[in-house]
Structure formats: structure tokens, C-alpha cells
């Protein structure tokens, strides 16, 4: 067999350097196959479907898409329609000529349009009410190419550094490895709502010119992503004023405009906050990025979006045509998307009523929740929220107890990823660990999308706030002083290392599988961990039994007690990896539960 053309030692070091994301792929992996557990045996969990609020795409979710922008994109896919004498009552009709008007643009009715760029200027401009020239558009396949267009364009070497707010998105760190960049953080500040500290930007900013690392620009994204705020307009005044003063290119990525909750703030662009202090294109560099793929309208599979770039000279003008030649023209689908998204019907339009109802039955579903999921979270045992005031996510703090982090860390998981893993074991409910968007050291969060239906948005709250076992449920066993351990489960072998018979079961009950057990009336608790295949259950004597998959001799829990100790006095230098179990508090049903569940690592 010829040797490889490629190892993993001969590929790029910067690929390499890519965060791999592995707790989340984990609970991805886990959730994937409780959800084939569900299908196939109904009944082994205590919740009967996965709820994935790890997403960002609501029409995955259940959203319908807006009618006037589908008709207008079925019409273009399809110019036969237009001939067609029914299309008239099949279509609204300004879709017909909102389509005729759009293809009119395209060369051949075949191709992309550079014409389309006059029509998302003009809807800047109206959005604005600053001019924008059509010749700063490039219209991309949503918005992370032009993100990495960008870190191409600024970052030379390792000596180059960009200002990037923690957490954020991956795309920006992730973007940055692949160019050899320096990622310099600053903090969002998270007491006054995921604020920009300017104090906190110059600290950076001054720290890493200290190290000799030349900062070219800053990542701003407004509304939030993960946290889900709002700046206000004080706020963005004092960041132009900084990349201003200091010559950093301003990157604003503001793809979740048209999704704020509150009253008390407005979505202001940066070039709007940028023009109204009186600063011109020759004052201040700025890159703005939208997309059709995020916001209330949620076409994430349509992949349209824009970069608007200003303040950038003539010469270093022609560079960015370049950069952007290198690709091939964006997708029409997504290009018409976006001049209708910057452009929606208007006053007088057939569609405009229906348009405004669609937009704000969506929108106002997702303030419902948003404001339903930050009281439920505030209302649990060691978790405070942050009001959701944009975006599409909230962004909860976990006060995780020191022990469940040291049993973490033992297990070589990250605490949020253990937290998220217990969530999912014992609700149903993906959410992504604020490892992944990165976080102040020593403190958890986690990221949990706003569901667009309200159904769905009071099944994840009662899941949560259920006394049965639940979020925090999982952990509460690490709160108090007192301990005992469970028994240490080797990897390596057998799930049915804890033997037992079916005793306080009928003769019948005893010879179903643990998945399927039905009790007497004498035992008070159970708990099955299919993964250990384990069962557990306390007697009318209040005695804890643990029963494996296989029937042997009746094992108490001190016998399992005794058992571990002489365990732990045993030196067998083999191959099986052990792995003690600490809790402390009662044994109750919920500590017994997480004691059981912490086994799967």
C-alpha cells in the first residue's frame, strides 16, 4: 500500500490551531443518539423529544418564512410563472412586480447583478438617512465570507493582532488562526449588561502594543451574539471615538438589526452613529456586515449578505476588489433576498400589511420568550440572566459548586460542557457551553436560543423549573459538606459491573430489561442509567439496592461502599481507567441521579 500523501503532522499549523470544539460536539453526538433512544424505546427518558437550543435558525424551529420574499424568490427561480394568466391569484401584486424589476437587472436573466447593489444601497440609505454609494456594496454568500475577506486583507503575520470582544462568535477567532493573527480580547462587561468597557479597551489595546503586536482593527457585534444586548447609542459613540482616535479599523457585525425587544433601545448602525458625529469617509475606516441568514426572517440556507466598506481610499479600494474577485459571484437566491430584505414592501403596497404582520407576530414571539426565558433563569438555583434585548439568544451565568468543577476537571471536561451534558441527560435540552464564545476565567455560562413559538419556549421553562430532576437538580448534590462515593466504574469494561437480582420486584418484573422495569409498590425511588447499565432504587427500608443488567447476588450500598474502598487499596498497574465518584449532601433521588450520570465521563 503506497505510504499517505498527507498527515495530520504535515498539514497546515493553522488549521491545526482551529479550536476543535470538542464538548460540543459531544453533547451534539449525545443528543443524536438520545433522540434514536426515544424513537426506538419510548419511554426510557423522562422526556420524550430533544429541544436543540443550541440553534440560530428559526425556520428550523418550526417559523414559517415570510411570504412576500418567497413569492418574489419563487417568481425569479421560476420567470415561466410571470407568463401565466393564474399567477395573478396565486401571487400578490406587488411580488409580480417586485419580480419583473428584480430580473429586469440581471444580464440575461441569467447571472448576478451588480445593479441589485443600487437597490441595498438605497435601502441603507433609507434605514440611515445617510447616503450610501452602491460602489462600497460587495455582496457575499452571507456574512462570514467577507468576514474572512477582511482578515485577509488586514492581517499580515503573527505580529498582527485584532481587538475581539469575549464571548463572541467563533467565526472571528476562528478566522483570525487561519490568518496567523493575534487575538487580543476585551471583555464584555456583563454587570452592566455585556457593555463595552472603553477603560477595558485601552487596557488591551495598550497591553498588546506593549508585547510589539500591531492591532489593525475592532470587532464589534451589535445585538450581541451569544449575550444578546444592545448597545446604546453612548456606547457606540465612545467606540467610534476610540477606532478613531487609536486608527483601528471598526468591524461591525450587525446581522441581528431588525431583532431588538426593548423599548428603551433602537438598532443605530455604526456608519449612522459614525455620520452623526460629524465624522466623513475620511475620518474613521469602517466595514459593516448583514445578512438575510440571521435576523427574524431566519433564510440561513439561502446564504445571502453584504459588506459595506468606507473610509477606505481609492487605492486600498482597488486591494479589497481584489480580495474579492477571488471568488466567484454570490449566489442569486441570496442576492435577492437581501434587496428585499432592505427593501420591503412599502406603504400602498398590496403586501405591506401582511409584510408588518408577519414581521411582528415574528418579532413579538420572540420578545415573549426572551423575557419568559431570562425570568425563568433568574428564578433557578444558582443562575442569573442578563436581559435579552436583541439577537436571537440569551446568555445565562451558572455559579457552578467548586466540586462539581473539580469533578470536571478529573474527568477532563470542561465545567460548562459538564453542566450542558447533565442538562441534556436529565431535560432533554441542547444548549451550547460559553466555553465555546469564551468567558472571564471562573465563571460559566451558556448559550440558549429564543424560540419562536411560545409552546415551545413554556416546554423548555417547566423542564427547567421542575422539582423532578433537572438543570440544576443535576448538581445540587455538590452543595453541602457531607460525602459518600459511588462505586468506580472502569471504561474498559462491561456496563454491568454492579451485579444484583430484581429483588423487590415480582418474579415476572425480574427478567425485563432495566429500561423497561415496572416496581411494587414497596420501593420508594428508582433510577436507571442505560449508559451504566445500572439500576437504582431505595427499598421500603429506605436501603439503597443497585441492580445491573445482569441477575447476581443482592449488592447494598454498603456493600458498594466497601467494595470502592477496597478498590481504592488496590495498585493494578492494567489498562482500566477508574474513576471515583464524589457527592456529597443525602442520598435523595436527584443526588443520586447526578452521582449515577457523572459515570458516562
Known sequence: MPPCALTVDSLNPKVLALADHVGEDAIARRAQCIRKEIETKPGSHPFDEIICCSLSNPQSMGQQPNKFLREVLA????????????????????????????????????????????VIAAGIASRDNFPCNAQDIFLTDGAAPPVH?????????????????????????????????????????????????????????????????VVRGLVVINPGNPTGHVLDEENQRQIVEFCRNEDLVLLADEVYQENIYTREKKFHSFKKIARSMGYGEGDISLVSFHSVSNGYYGECGRRGGYMEVTGFNSEVKKQVYKVASLSSCSNISGQILMSLVMNPPKVGDESYTSYQAERDSILSSFARSAEAMVCAFNRLERVTCSKAEGAMFVFPSVRLPKKAIDAAEYSKTEPDVFYALRLLENTGIVVVPGSVFGQIHGTWHFRCTILPQDEKTQLIISRFDSPSPSSMAA???????????????????????????????SSSESKKSPNSVSFTGKVNKVYEDKNMGILCYTDENGELICEGLDEGPRLTWQDMEKLNMEKQTKKQEDQRQRTTLPIVGTIDWRSLQAAVSMGKN
Open 475 to 505: 448538581l445540587r448534590c455538590y452543595y453541602s459538606s457531607s460525602s459518600v462515593t459511588i462505586v468506580p466504574r472502569w471504561k474498559s469494561l462491561r456496563k454491568t459491573m454492579i451485579r444484583a437480582s430484581m429483588q423487590g420486584c
Open 75 to 118: 417568481l425569479c427561480d421560476y420567470p415561466h410563472l410571470l407568463e401565466q394568466s393564474e399567477t395573478i391569484t396565486l401571487f400578490s401584486s406587488d411580488a409580480i412586480a417586485r419580480a419583473r424589476a428584480t430580473l429586469d437587472l440581471f444580464p440575461g436573466r441569467a447571472t448576478g447583478a451588480y445593479r441589485l447593489r443600487d
Open 149 to 213: 475577506m477582511m482578515m485577509h486583507l488586514l492581517i499580515r503575520d503573527q505580529k498582527d493582532g485584532i481587538l475581539c470582544p469575549i464571548p463572541s462568535h467563533s467565526l472571528y477567532k476562528s478566522s483570525m488562526v487561519l490568518q496567523g493573527a493575534t487575538l487580543v480580547p476585551y471583555y464584555l462587561d456583563e454587570s452592566s449588561g455585556w457593555g463595552v468597557s472603553i477603560s477595558d479597551l485601552k487596557r488591551q489595546l495598550a497591553g498588546a502594543r506593549s508585547m510589539g503586536i
